[in-house]
């Protein structure tokens, strides 16, 4: 049995971490940004999508819609892989 909570908050970190790992490496090495973000996708420019004018509250409040969107998906996980696993 899984720990609901516990696999909630574990893809929500992660999920943060990960968008804040690659939001500094956007800033700093934009170049390698590019490179790191389109190799995930085979290749595909993905990393033309990210708009120019990208601010900093756009910044938040992606972080947050990822942090809560990972944790109800974690959740439901959760209680999906118990609900099944009985």
Do not use: C, E, H
């Not at 790992?21 to 973000?37: A, S």
């Not at 910044?59 to 009985?86: C, E, M």
Request: overall charge positive.
């Amino acid at each position: 049995m899984f720990n609901k909570t516990a696999l909630a908050n574990s893809l929500a970190w992660v999920g943060g971490i990960t968008y804040v790992v690659f939001y500094i490496i956007m800033l700093l090495f934009p170049r390698f940004f590019v490179f790191v973000f389109n190799a995930q996708f085979l290749g595909a420019d993905v990393a033309g999508l990210v708009p120019s004018t990208f601010t900093f509250g756009d910044f938040i409040w992606t972080l947050i819609a990822i942090i809560v969107t990972g944790w109800l998906v974690g959740y439901l996980w959760g209680w999906l892989y118990n609900r099944l696993a009985k």
